[in-house]
């Protein structure tokens, strides 16, 4: 089946040589993208920018900014049966982007910022798409009951909640700690391991809950 994975930071340019972004690495996104592959399916990557190679067999879409990144899911969500939405979108970006190099001269400046699009929140409500849904969810506390909101107001199938308050897990690191929201409340603990033996075991359970939507695994 084909399936869509967003992944890693976006840019919100400030002026033309600053942005606005954040730590996201990518690994998550990018070993869902090499497990998906190794599993038998056609797999489209929207990327953030990030500093790893795209995995072999797989069809990269490079995008900078969360506009850019909400226009790539719209052309290309059509025909796909799941998409995991692994990207940490910029929830901001500055009002107006300077068209020139900002000089300093105030001891203060202030910038102005309005929200971006909010990408998987349109997956049901704009873009009508019907097939299997994962988001991620990174909170530092109720992890489970914020989790399991996001799940119902953004119509997901499937929430990845993780603690980003614990050290070494999630944002930037190699390894990753998470629990699944499912809904009608059911939840799974997956114990902490490397992004790349989660994403296995991530693309498994998807790609079951797929085939077999009863399934409890
Ligand atoms: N996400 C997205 N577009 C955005 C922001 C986030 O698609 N503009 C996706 C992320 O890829 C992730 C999920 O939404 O799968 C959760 O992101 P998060 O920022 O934690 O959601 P919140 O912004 O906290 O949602 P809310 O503020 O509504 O609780």
């Known amino acids: 089946m084909r399936i869509l994975i967003t992944a ?5 340019p400030i002026d033309p040589v600053r942005f606005l972004s954040n ?56 025909g796909c049966a799941a998409a995991i939405f692994s990207a940490a979108v910029a929830d901001y970006r500055p009002a107006q982007a300077a068209t020139q190099k900002i000089k300093k001269s105030a001891t203060t400046l202030t910038l102005e910022l309005e929200r971006t699009e909010d990408i998987l929140g349109s997956v049901r409500s ?46 930037d690191s190699t390894e990753n700690e998470v629990t699944l929201c499912f809904p009608l409340g059911k939840t799974t603990a997956l114990p902490r391991q490397s992004k790349t033996a989660l994403a296995h075991e991530l693309i498994h359970i998807i790609s079951s809950r797929i085939q077999s939507p009863a399934s409890s695994i």
Do not use: W
Not at 33 to 40: M, P, S, T, W
Not at 128 to 157: M, P, S, W
């Open 23 to 78: 730590r996201s690495s990518g690994r998550m996104g990018y070993a869902l993208a090499e497990a998906a592959h190794a599993a038998g399916h056609e797999v489209l990557l929207i990327s953030g920018p990030v500093t790893i190679s795209p995995p072999l067999g797989v069809q990269l879409v490079r995008i900078e900014t969360a506009r850019e990144m909400y226009n790539a899911v719209q052309a290309h969500l059509p």
């Open 8 to 12: 890693g930071p976006t840019r919100e």
């Open 126 to 171: 704009q873009f009508a798409f019907t097939g299997f849904l994962v988001g991620f969810a990174a909170e530092t506390e109720n992890l489970i009951a914020h989790a399991q909101d996001k799940l119902q107001r953004k119509g997901c199938d499937l929430i990845i909640a993780n603690d980003v308050s614990q050290s070494g897990i999630g944002f």
